[in-house]
Antibody
Framework: QIQLVQSGAQVKKPGASVKVSCKATGYTFSNYGITWVRQAPGQGLEWMGWISAYNGNTRSAQKFQGRVTMTADTSTSIAYMELRSLRSDDTAVYYC??????????????WGQGTLVTVS | EIVLTQSPGTLSLSPGERATLSCRASQSVSSYLAWYQQKPGQAPRLLIHGASSRATGIPDRFSGSGSGTDFTLTISRLEPEDFAVYYCQQYGSSATFGQGTKVEIK
């Protein structure tokens, strides 16, 4: 079945960087995109950005521009999201989800299980 | 950035009752709107896309309607497993989420 499996929880110091991976199985990775969404404790969902696994195009939300890098390795079907200059308010569960190959906006389905990143 | 406003913030209902959730966009998103369900400790699950199309495996008690700026998610008869938080998401221009509506047991 179509599945996204994310890397495990991480604890980082303020100012450090974190890199989260998202391995896709059950579909042709390069025919879709991967979007990244985060959820701070007790809060709602926040769209961070998107990468097309087809051509590597990316788009990020304005608040993350310059601080986030998204990549996709079609040889391993793994997408990565790196967030730099971490602050305490970056503590959140980070999700990947399958999206469109062509544009950042689309339905997101399925989702990974989430990766808790704690900045402390 | 398109802002989505969901109402109410919390809906207190009993099993078997009808739930009506609203999502309003700050500008038209045509029918590029999705709804997700999230239970505690779980990832969100896609329920509705294209404003009114149910995702694969979603029961027909869930229905979506609307276009432009005003959208509704209706759960015709609440089952115990439907008590959760629901988010709308627009994909007419990039992507943004509403702040969520919690459906709780009365």
């Amino acid at each position: 079945q179509i599945q996204l499996v994310q890397s495990g929880a991480q604890v980082k110091k303020p100012g450090a960087s974190v890199k989260v991976s998202c391995k896709a199985t059950g579909y042709t990775f390069s025919n879709y995109g991967i979007t990244w969404v985060r959820q701070a404790p007790g809060q709602g969902l926040e769209w961070m950005g998107w990468i097309s696994a087809y051509n590597g195009n990316t788009r990020s939300a304005q608040k993350f521009q310059g601080r986030v890098t998204m990549t996709a390795d079609t040889s391993t079907s793994i997408a990565y999201m790196e967030l730099r200059s971490l602050r305490s308010d970056d503590t959140a569960v980070y999700y990947c989800a399958r999206g469109s190959m062509a544009a950042p906006g689309w339905k997101f389905d399925p989702w990974g299980q989430g990766t808790l990143v704690t900045v402390s | 950035e398109i802002v989505l406003t969901q109402s109410p913030g919390t809906l207190s209902l009993s099993p078997g009752e009808r739930a009506t959730l609203s999502c309003r966009a700050s500008q038209s998103v045509s029918s590029y709107l999705a709804w997700y369900q999230q239970k505690p400790g779980q990832a969100p699950r896609l329920l509705i896309h294209g404003a009114s199309s149910r995702a694969t495996g979603i029961p027909d008690r869930f229905s979506g309607s609307g276009s432009g700026t005003d959208f509704t998610l209706t759960i015709s008869r609440l089952e115990p497993e439907d008590f959760a938080v629901y988010y709308c998401q627009q994909y007419g221009s990039s992507a943004t989420f509403g702040q969520g509506t919690k459906v709780e047991i009365k």
